[in-house]
């Protein structure tokens, strides 16, 4: 038994009273991961687009973040409970902390959605999906690994497409030009309400509502 599965084997601390609440309360999402990689030196990335976007849905809320090195990640809670979250333990370890949160707050992967770049959409585009295969994408193949699967929710945010003369890593790893991040605040702008639709209507009506951009 691996060091993660013994301390997930744990009966879990107390969750926050307004986090269990929104729990008990609902069987939609209840909590948003944003992927990306800490630390300066990435910010504004293409990788980090799902930091990007929690970081966004965090501010418009007056929501606060704290980190939680049990969790391995900062988390924020929005009004109402449901819980925001960015792993810092890099990207292709994202599951590790993905399994703690969901352990820490009760959930099960169904209402979880994690929010990440995609290269094989556009930049302006938007997917929301309820379950798929990793897609190349080094976090969500870490998430399906320690989870077990692949169904749990996620929210694509394009990203791409890679140049022909570009390494995969490299183009990740560097940043918009001027015209793209200009446009990026625009989806990222659509993104944080169609997570607070998604949140309030539920997934299937995010899916039918934005999915048709881009």
Do not use: C, Q
Request: proline share 6%.
């Amino acid at each position: 038994m691996s060091i993660l599965d013994r301390f997930l084997s744990r009966t879990a601390p107390d969750a926050p009273a307004d986090a269990e609440a929104a729990a008990d309360a609902s069987d939609g999402i209840g909590l948003v991961v944003g992927l990306g990689n800490p630390g300066p030196e990435y910010d504004g990335t293409r990788h980090n687009a799902g930091f990007e976007l929690v970081d966004r849905l965090a501010r418009e809320a007056g929501a606060k973040w704290n980190r939680e090195h049990k969790l391995r990640a900062k988390t924020a809670v929005l009004p109402g409970g449901v819980v925001l979250a960015k792993p810092l333990t890099y990207m292709n370890l994202s599951g590790n902390s993905v399994a703690r949160l969901l352990k820490r707050h009760r959930l099960d992967p169904a209402r979880l959605l994690v929010v990440y770049d995609d290269t094989a959409l556009p930049v302006g585009a938007l997917r929301f999906r309820a379950s798929g295969s990793a897609g190349g994408h080094n976090g969500i193949k870490s998430i399906i690994a320690t989870l077990g699967g692949e169904a749990f929710p996620r929210l694509r945010i394009g990203v791409g497409p890679v140049p022909p003369d570009a390494e995969l890593v490299e183009f990740v790893l560097g940043r918009f030009s001027d015209e793209e991040r200009a446009e990026m605040e625009k989806v990222l702008e659509i993104a944080a309400e169609g997570v607070n639709y998604a949140l309030a209507s539920g997934l299937e009506a995010a899916m039918n509502r934005y999915n048709r951009r881009g």
